[in-house]
Nanobody
Framework: VQLQASGGGLVQAGGSLRLSCVAS????????MGWFRQAPGKEREFVAA???????YYGDSVKGRFTISRDNAKNTVYLQMNSLKPEDTAVYYC??????????????????WGQGTQVTVSS
C-alpha cells in the first residue's frame, strides 16, 4: 500500500484546510485510517482516525475543529481542518492499519505511512 498525502499549505489562524490521502496498491475499505502530526522537536501526535465501519476518533486538541472522513470508492481519506491555530503547525501524516488493532490512536498500530504534508498556521 502506498499513501500520498496532499493539501497542506500556509493559512492564517482561524482559516481552514482540507488534507487528502490517496491510497494505491490495495483497497483501503477494510483498513483503519489515521492522521498524525509532528511538529519540530516533538513526538508524533495522534490527530484523528476512522474505522472501516465509520467510527471516528479525535485527539483532544482537535475535537470540534477537525473532521475525518473516508471515500472508499476513491480510496481516499480526508481531514477537514477548521478554526486552525498556530499550534496546529506541523507535518501531517496519513497512515493505514491493515490489522484492525485496538486503540486507533496508537502510532505503532499503523503499518503503512504516507510521506507527510506541511501545514503552517500563521498568527
Amino acid at each position: 500500500v502506498q499513501l500520498q498525502a496532499s493539501g497542506g499549505g500556509l493559512v492564517q489562524a482561524g482559516g481552514s484546510l482540507r488534507l487528502s490521502c490517496v491510497a494505491s496498491g490495495r483497497t483501503l475499505s477494510t483498513y483503519t485510517m489515521g492522521w498524525f502530526r509532528q511538529a519540530p522537536g516533538k513526538e508524533r501526535e495522534f490527530v484523528a482516525a476512522v474505522r472501516s465501519g465509520g467510527r471516528t476518533y479525535y485527539g483532544d486538541s482537535v475535537k470540534g475543529r477537525f473532521t475525518i472522513s473516508r471515500d472508499n470508492a476513491k480510496n481516499t481519506v480526508y481531514l477537514q481542518m477548521n478554526s486552525l491555530k498556530p499550534e496546529d503547525t506541523a507535518v501531517y501524516y496519513c497512515a493505514a492499519d491493515s490489522r484492525g488493532m485496538p486503540g486507533a490512536w496508537g502510532v505503532y498500530n499503523y503499518d503503512y505511512w504516507g510521506q507527510g504534508t506541511q501545514v503552517t498556521v500563521s498568527s
